[in-house]
């Protein structure tokens, strides 16, 4: 009682203390908008408050009300000379210099200095670049945005706009200066626009910064150091009980894999291929050091060899080898750093070959060892004038994991090779074409019930150029059209939507492909030239043939083989239709009104003719900020049926949100979580990250009615050719290895349920913090007849859990228990086998245990 009387007290004088303070606060004071140029200029727009003008208080410390969006990250996004005006309706505007050479200027809007509206980068000067902008009324209603040019000289130039969306074109005008005023912040000089605004403004941006500094502190909270943070911590008790409540339905569809072609995850990965750069198409334009001959070699100094492009073998692959001298010798390839082959299996190698000369031409196809040994070895003798494919059978006398390839001649005439090709025989599901088949395999164990392709920011790539277009991926391969990745290397396309979705049925999982929404992505190059960069999107006289690739990609998997595409998808080997239901359009966008404008045209299109494909939106890189908040309202304003989210945030934040999706209306769209991932520094898969990643994924299916899709990413990374971690499962040439994470993606999917039965769990330590570390989901599958608990425990101590026996009509129906556990910063999670009896389970630090019933168990 004593206890609750000083609680009291301490609220009493807190609210004397406020109404204090507030009889002394001013009606109105002054702000000071500026940037002050640190780090590089990204850290975006500040305030400062004053009530007399001269003593200024920095509104947090370097804190960022507004970033810039503009081009890509670490060259651009950057926000110069920020200058703040309050139009007529009380609405703020913010205008700022973009970088040093573009011909456009940045302006967004806000009621309240907090939440920005979209940004938008108006093209303004063709020969010219904007730098040190200002807004004024033009007295006809609307407003002037003036800068200042000095590509060609000293000028000036204005245009004029009612809306800050349309603007007049530049015109030329005489030398003004922007009304700005210099200021002393924490000892230092800035420039920026100072305003009168009520009290109340202000305080609104100092709790905002407080607010936010608490999240921050509350999200950085780490496992690891949880032992100093529960230092007295005794086993705790808990109590598990069912409650009188209608359970809650469960997309048949929530967890699944997401493949992009990043970290070498398709070339050199998945795909089962073994021979780099086959069709000579490597270049500078993918990587600096690359040429047509990257990972090619001559055996011998006398063989000859080079690039020529006269008479190719199809013209989306252009280039291809010339060999002379190679009586001696021959040209070699190690793959992808070395080809793995194993003892007794088969290979199938083909290429495609031509001679010059009217003389026999004989072709030995050989692997080696790293001694030049012969491990394998074949000859093709049928090569002729003109381009046709060759195949032969190597069998490997040894395992390997380093073997070359090696192609020589019989005699010294002039031999031209394309589309060189090494496959092993054992793909996943024995497919032509295929996948490797361990990495696969690995994947099918999580058992996804949908896979999401081609990627994220593939899809969209840096410019329009670099769109991902499915129809470059189908067909004979030497057809396919090679593309600069995204993330630095080559798209050999081997990899394409047939493969893909012939993956997905091979899975047993359904297809969810994902495609641009007529703009590229938000990390492509700004505004440097016309209609490629970040900003621009396809131009809208060229929209109704994206729309309509789009709409062909829906018949080639769904299409009667009577039809155009559906035809095509049999005469390359699939007469049957793949039955795709979603469609991705669009990958972590700016919400900006181009976006919005093509989206709306895709969205609409596959709406009126495929009614029955669902439709999945974007809502940006994060789970706040404008893309968020406008996405949301965009995709409700479409009533678009499910929206695709992104986040990657630390383990602190899955702790302290996992009332997240409970406070989501559930009159919106559906949510499709695409792309999460519990990052720490390092950025490595630990038991920590994994166990805030399960912690997630149980407060998931309490909101499976919201959230109906999720997927971890990214999902594979090449040892030594990562562009990005953590990822879900590392590989080599001849190894996989998942990671802790995979551990935990691979038991929810062996764990699934078709409902979710509401339960609650009682600590006898009540701490808020304690409860935080221990979570739970129950689910029932009616498929298999199976009642499934999960708890995940985050402390450093014993969670001795009790089943409530009144909701069981016995205690020995237990099908089976799966536990892992670890030290936090172990990258391994440990299996164990703890026992039901009586109604307990001990359940062990940093675990995460799953426990079956039989569904007859629980009380009906």
């Not at 003593?55 to 947090?60: E, H, L, M, Q, S």
């Not at 383990?651 to 996992?658: A, E, F, K």
């Not at 999460?676 to 390092?682: E, F, L, N, R, S």
């Amino acid at each position: 009682m004593n206890k609750f009387i000083n609680v009291l007290l301490l609220l009493f004088t807190t609210l004397i203390s406020q109404q204090q303070i507030k009889a002394n606060e001013p009606d109105s004071a002054y702000i000071f908008a500026y940037s002050t140029g640190k780090n590089d200029n990204h850290n975006g727009l500040h305030f400062a408050w004053s009530v007399d003008k001269n003593n200024w208080n920095a509104v947090g410390e370097e804190h960022s009300f507004l970033r810039s969006d503009y081009g890509n990250f670490g060259a651009q996004k950057k926000m110069i000379a920020p200058y703040l005006f309050q139009a007529k309706d009380r609405s703020w505007y913010c205008s700022w210099t973009l970088n040093e050479k573009d011909g456009a200027f940045a302006v967004a809007r806000s009621y309240d200095l907090i939440h920005w509206e979209s940004q938008a980068y108006p093209y303004v000067l063709e020969d010219g670049n904007c730098l040190d902008t200002d807004i004024i009324p033009n007295g006809a209603g609307g407003y002037a945005v003036r800068w200042r040019s000095d590509k060609s000289g000293e000028k000036y130039f204005s245009v004029t706009t009612l809306d800050f969306k349309s603007f007049t074109s530049a015109k030329e005008i005489a030398e003004f200066k922007p009304a700005k005023s210099s200021v002393r912040i924490a000892g230092r000089r800035e420039e920026g626009t100072v305003h009168r605004v009520s009290w109340e403004i202000i305080e609104k941006l100092v709790n905002k910064v407080r607010l936010v500094d608490m999240q921050h502190r509350r999200n950085s909270e780490r496992i690891i150091d949880d032992a100093n943070r529960f230092a007295n911590i005794m086993p705790i008790e808990a109590k598990l009980r069912f409650m009188e409540k209608a359970p809650r339905k469960i997309s048949d569809l929530l967890l699944g894999v997401f493949f992009e072609d990043i970290n070498y995850a398709a070339d050199g990965g998945i795909y089962g291929e073994l021979v780099q750069n086959r069709g000579f198409e490597y270049s500078s334009a993918d990587r600096r050091e690359w040429n047509n001959l990257t990972s090619w070699k001559a055996s011998h100094d006398e063989v000859k060899l080079y690039i020529d492009s006269m008479r190719p073998l199809h013209q989306n692959n252009p280039h291809y080898a010339v060999v002379t001298n190679g009586l001696h010798g021959g040209i070699m390839n190690e793959g992808y750093g070395g080809i793995a082959v194993k003892k007794g299996e088969a290979y199938n190698f083909s290429i495609f070959a031509r001679r010059a000369s009217s003389r026999r031409q004989v072709l030995t196809i050989s692997l080696l060892d790293k001694h030049g040994k012969k491990i394998a070895s074949s000859t093709i003798k049928n090569i002729t004038g003109d381009w046709a494919k060759h195949k032969v059978v190597l069998i490997a006398s040894v395992s390997v994991p380093d073997a070359a390839l090696i192609i020589e001649m019989s005699n010294n005439d002039r031999v031209d090779l394309d589309m060189v090709s090494l496959f092993p025989a054992k793909t996943f599901k024995g497919r032509e074409n295929g996948m490797r088949s361990d990495l696969a395999e690995v994947i099918a164990a999580m058992k996804p019930k949908f896979v999401r392709f081609p990627g994220g920011c593939v899809a969209h790539g840096d410019g329009l150029d670099n769109m991902y277009h499915w129809k470059n991926t189908i067909g004979p391969l030497q057809a396919r059209k090679p593309q600069r990745n995204l993330w630095g290397y080559q798209q050999s396309y081997g990899l394409g939507y047939l493969e893909y979705f012939q993956f997905c049925e091979d899975l047993d999982a359904e297809p969810v492909p994902v495609v641009a929404a007529g703009v590229p992505c938000q990390n492509s190059a700004h505004h440097h030239h016309a209609l490629a960069g970040q900003q621009c999107g396809i131009p809208m006289e060229h929209m109704d043939d994206y729309v309509q690739d789009v709409l062909d990609l829906i018949e080639f998997a769904n299409g009667d083989k009577s039809t155009k595409w559906g035809g095509k998808r049999a005469e390359y080997g699939h007469p049957e239709p793949f039955n795709l239901k979603y469609i991705g359009v669009g990958n972590e966008d700016l919400i900006t009104e181009v976006f919005k404008e093509r989206f709306k045209m895709i969205y609409e299109a596959v709406k009126a003719k495929y009614p029955e494909v669902k439709v999945i939106g974007t809502t940006g890189p994060h789970f706040e900020g404008t893309d968020y908040v406008e996405g949301w309202k965009f995709a409700s304003q479409l009533d678009i049926p499910m929206v695709d989210e992104h986040y990657y945030v630390s383990p602190g934040w899955y702790i302290n949100n996992q009332e997240f999706y409970d406070k989501y209306d559930r009159e919106k769209p559906q949510v499709y979580l695409g792309e999460y991932a519990a990052h720490i520094p390092g950025g490595v898969s630990t038991v920590e990250t994994a166990l805030a990643e399960a912690m997630h994924l149980c407060n998931i299916e309490r909101n499976a009615d919201v959230v109906t899709m999720t997927s971890y990413a990214p999902l594979l990374a090449k040892k030594g050719f990562t562009q990005w971690n953590p990822d879900l499962i590392y590989f080599d040439n001849t190894s996989v290895s998942p990671t802790a994470g995979y551990e935990i993606q691979k038991l929810f999917g062996n764990n699934n349920g078709t409902e979710y039965i509401f339960t609650d769990v009682e600590l006898s330590n009540r701490d808020v913090n304690v409860k935080q570390r221990v979570a739970h989901s129950v689910v029932r599958n009616e498929k298999t007849g199976e009642i499934i608990i999960k708890v995940v425990n985050m402390l450093p101590t014993d969670v001795n859990l009790n089943v409530d026996s009144a909701s069981l009509l016995t205690t020995q129906a237990v099908l089976e228990i799966q536990s892992l556990s670890g030290k936090p910063d172990s990258k391994k999670l440990e299996t164990s086998n703890p026992v039901f009896q009586g109604g307990y389970l001990k359940l062990a630090p940093y675990s995460f245990t799953v426990i079956k019933f039989r569904d007859n168990t629980l009380k009906k």
